[in-house]
């Protein structure tokens, strides 16, 4: 049974700095694709960034957000600095079962097949 739990949401002020967490259990993701999604209200979940052996990051956080992992604790974390207003979302962990990806580009979500319960982030002005 597949778990993927995340922590460290919460409120700061614009140019403030959080690191959400994500630990998996069930399974080792230790050689497949993990990654960050967010949703805003009213707007579609988009892509956030990614992970297996290269980083991907959306243009919206490049440079300002760092996704890494943990192999042997099974975990991958998302630090976000620099953080604005239109961050504001809740962040879903993603996690793939599959060792091909060749079916789906890294930024869908079709890509993934396991999610984490989504956790909020509220950045103030």
């Known amino acids: 049974q597949v778990q993927l739990v995340e922590s460290g949401g919460g409120l700061v002020q614009a140019g403030g700095s959080l690191r959400l967490s994500c630990a998996a259990s069930?399974?080792?993701?230790?050689?497949?694709?993990m990654g960050w999604f967010r949703q805003a209200p009213g707007k579609e979940r988009e892509f956030v960034a990614c992970i297996r052996w290269n980083a991907y990051y959306a243009d919206s956080v490049e440079g300002r957000f760092t996704i890494s992992r943990d192999p042997a604790k099974n975990t991958v974390d998302l630090q976000m600095n620099s953080l604005k207003p239109e961050d504001t979302a809740i962040y879903y962990c993603?996690?793939?079962?599959?060792?091909?990806?060749?079916?789906?580009?890294?930024?869908?979500?079709?890509?993934?097949?396991?999610w984490g319960q989504g956790t909020q982030v509220t950045v103030s002005s």
């Open positions: 993603a996690a793939s079962g599959q060792w091909d990806t060749s079916s789906h580009q890294y930024y869908s979500s079709l890509a993934y097949d396991y």
């Open positions: 069930g399974r080792s993701f230790s050689n497949y694709r």
